[in-house]
T-cell receptor, first 113, second 113 residues
Framework: AQSVTQPDIHITVSEGASLELRCNYS??????LFWYVQSPGQGLQLLLK??????LVQGIKGFEAEFKRSQSSFNLRKPSVHWSDAAEYFC???????????FGTGTRLLVSP | DTAVSQTPKYLVTQMGNDKSIKCEQN?????MYWYKQDSKKFLKIMFS???????INETVPNRFSPKSPDKAHLNLHINSLELGDSAVYFC????????????FGQGTRLTVV
């Protein structure tokens, strides 16, 4: 069955430090991959997506993600975290094209001063 | 203008009641969805509609009945509410083509007491 694993339930990073959030997926083929962010009390906002081509994708707010087929991973990175980045981050796959998204369990990012 | 809007934002009701959540999108998208986010922040697809036709019903109890009067609207009616229905319900829409991102509403926090 298709699944998405985010092994870190929460991560604390100092402001200005770099960030990497992990995501692994289980799927027969390369699915469409997404990272969404959810701020408290808000809906989900797309940070970036990967379909094909260049395995390093750039997103909004200074985020990037790298697709590694051999590791079935799609990790999210940011070189310097800002306090406003504190939120819940979800990795997702679209295994069937557009019919649905399968989400990971989320990683809560806390930013310390 | 809000792209995907849901009403109400908060809903508190007693067990056994029937309630509805409304969703409208002004993006001209063909596909709309309902997702449920539980208390542990886990997001799971409930229903997908494409051009007003149901394409995914992810083993949701038949107390939940979605209705799509037109492509821009997807409402969710819930009968005989149970304590376990307490969650945040997100409406989303997408252009309905492979790999297209989904745009999410702000969510409706349903509390059953």
């Amino acid at each position: 069955a298709q699944s998405v694993t985010q092994p870190d339930i929460h991560i604390t990073v100092s402001e200005g430090a770099s960030l990497e959030l992990r995501c692994n997926y289980s799927y027969g083929a390369t699915p469409y991959l997404f990272w969404y962010v959810q701020s408290p009390g808000q809906g989900l906002q797309l940070l970036l997506k990967y379909f094909s081509g260049d395995t390093l994708v750039q997103g909004i707010k200074g985020f990037e993600a790298e697709f590694k087929r051999s590791q079935s991973s799609f990790n999210l990175r940011k070189p310097s975290v800002h306090w406003s980045d504190a939120a819940e981050y979800f990795c997702a796959v679209a295994p069937g094209g557009f019919q649905k998204l399968v989400f990971g369990t989320g990683t809560r990012l806390l930013v310390s001063p | 203008d809000t792209a995907v809007s849901q009403t109400p934002k908060y809903l508190v009701t007693q067990m056994g009641n029937d309630k509805s959540i409304k969703c409208e999108q002004n993006l001209g998208h063909d596909t709309m969805y309902w997702y449920k986010q539980d208390s542990k922040k886990f997001l799971k697809i409930m229903f997908s509609y494409n051009n007003k036709e149901l394409i995914i019903n992810e083993t949701v109890p038949n107390r939940f009945s979605p209705k799509s009067p037109d492509k821009a609207h997807l409402n969710l009616h819930i009968n005989s509410l149970e304590l376990g229905d307490s969650a945040v319900y997100f409406c989303a829409s997408s252009p309905g083509r492979e790999g297209a991102e989904a745009f999410f509403g702000q969510g409706t926090r349903l509390t059953v007491v």
